[in-house]
């Protein structure tokens, strides 16, 4: 080709690559959106709970199988474990159910460079109510993890582990709040323990009938 010109291969990969750049963009300011109307829909009290059946395998399974490429693309491995003893059905919302595992296990991708990430769920043995289940939903990487003085406000809005966390992987900030508060309004907590280097493992219990 001449001096100044693209050959159309070269003009082809050109404008994929400048499409995938307007998808990527498209979909960080969307999930910037959801997470600021989220936010707003909790903090002034609108937000409505669903009680219908849930099966958590199957929940697991669709957050498992929505984070297989993203995961496998870093070559990450990435394995869910559901415990025996969990119901197949309980009462509750799947749509933010599967918003708080898959917040959950989207940081875990983003912030692990190589690896492993397990996504587990399993039933404690808590209250006398044979009817109410505690399930917990746990989430284990070994990326990056959270300095020990930040562990206390990376529930809080706005908070990333520094301020490079926002330039380098992009993101609200507001991520962990909502899942903190979506997790108290199913009647549960949410905790994590991290050591830097090494990884986080972010946990939530609730009940359910």
Known sequence: ASAGFLSRPDRQTRHKRLSDVIVRSGESLLA??????DFSK?????????????????????????????????GLDIAAYVAP???TKIEGDPVRLNQVISNLVNNAVKFTDEGAISLQVRRLPVGE???IATLEFSV??????IPADKLDT??????????TTT???????????ICKRLVEAMGGEI????????????????PAR
Not at 140 to 145: A, E, K, M, Q, V
Not at 154 to 161: L, V
């Open 85 to 87: 003893d969990v119901p």
């Open 32 to 37: 910037i959106i959801n997470d600021i109307l």
């Open 42 to 74: 909790i903090e002034s009290g609108k937000l409505e709970l669903e009680t219908v059946p849930v099966d958590p395998s199957e929940t697991t399974s669709h957050v498992l199988n929505l984070f297989w490429d993203p995961a496998n693309t870093k």
């Open 140 to 145: 284990t990487d070994n990326g990056i993890g």
């Open 167 to 177: 330039r380098r992987f992009g993101g609200t900030g507001l991520g962990l709040a």
């Open 129 to 131: 109510d044979k009817d």
């Open 191 to 206: 905790s994590v323990s991290s050591e830097p280097g090494k990884g986080s493992t972010f946990r939530f219990w609730i």
């Open 154 to 163: 990376i529930f809080s809005s706005f908070s990333q582990a520094d301020q």
